[in-house]
């Protein structure tokens, strides 16, 4: 995507949210864990000359159009193709003095555009949907060698779906008769032939397999607790760590991670002790998560699900 298209296309999410919240005029080190496009990057970076930004992404074309966007940035920015998971190691040279760490999880704006990624079903594409095309199964993959409850357990778990069972064997039963599925708009047919949803319902039935389909393949729940506790333990003393979730699922990991940092006892009520080494290192910000204003909504659709929780490292 041409650095023109791609600039139109992004539309950060929250971004005023987040540049206030990392304090962002204040200059510092900073790590953008979802670097995407480039959006919430270029806004620290002009937030303050003093800035500087460690870019993660695993997207070798996300990490491609950043870095014609960034250009102008020169060395004030790094970029890093990994999986945010793997923070603890590309910045650990820069430990105990990152001002603010942000990662948006959502996918972004060129995944869902791209008429080959099979991340949208409003293009027939192959059903990949990974982040990297460097590895990992493609859903079209998951779907040929995955078993009928597994793969109903997948949709439930990760989409929140309750017709999981009967997509899943819709899509088995469609397998067994050598038709497997490989493209996006063979699966979201199926998929609301399955559901037989209201003609009153505004998201389209396959809306919630898809995401549980993109979340198994790029492994995206299985790493999140665990990178909020690394993040939180490289920021310096009064760094933030503020992250963007799009669905239920996230958003309740990173909350109960917050709630472990600020030291919230996990341990069985009956217990007379605390054994589970609750301690706090970090003020919650967000009581509550914020969300996008109505006029956010209005010119950035993909903004209406997003919550922004927010933390402060105390020591």
């Not at 999880?105 to 990949?128: C, H, I, K, Y």
């Not at 708009?185 to 009153?200: D, G, I, P």
């Amino acid at each position: 995507m041409p650095e023109i298209e791609a600039e139109k296309a992004h539309k950060p999410v929250l971004l005023d949210e987040v540049l206030q919240i990392l304090l962002a005029t204040g200059g510092g080190v900073f790590v953008d864990c979802t670097l995407g496009l480039g959006g919430h990057t270029e806004a620290i970076l002009n937030s303050s000359p003093s800035s500087k930004v460690i870019g993660i992404d695993r997207d070798t074309d996300a990490l491609r159009s950043a870095r014609e966007r960034l250009a102008k940035f020169g060395d004030r920015v790094r970029f890093v193709q990994s999986n945010f998971s793997d923070i603890g190691e590309i910045v650990a040279g820069e430990a105990g003095q990152i001002s603010g760490i942000v990662a948006d999880l959502g996918v972004s704006s060129m995944q869902l555009d791209s008429e080959t990624r099979g991340f949208s079903f409003r293009f027939d594409a192959p059903l990949d949907m990974r982040m990297s095309l460097d590895d990992g199964q493609t859903v079209a993959e998951l779907l040929a060698e995955t078993d009928e409850k597994e793969l109903a357990d997948i949709i439930y778990r990760y989409g929140e779906e309750r017709h999981s069972r009967r997509i899943a064997k819709w899509i088995v039963e469609r397998r067994e008769n050598d038709e497997p599925i490989t493209t996006t708009l063979e699966l979201a047919e199926l998929v609301r032939r399955a559901v037989r949803t209201s003609a009153k319902d505004k998201t389209h039935p396959a809306t919630r397999t898809f995401q549980a389909l993109r979340i198994a393949v790029n492994g995206e729940l299985e790493i999140l607790e665990r990178f909020v506790f690394d993040a939180a333990e490289l920021l310096k003393t009064t760094g933030t760590l503020a992250v963007i979730t799009f669905h239920s699922l996230e958003d309740r990991i990173v909350k109960h991670a917050f709630q472990r940092l600020a030291g919230r006892c996990d341990c069985p009520p009956r217990l007379p002790t605390c054994v589970c080494g609750a301690k706090k290192t970090v003020e919650i910000l967000t009581k509550k998560p914020i969300l996008p204003s109505e006029d956010e909504k209005q010119d950035n659709p993909r903004s209406r699900s997003a919550k922004l929780r927010a933390c402060r490292k105390l020591n």
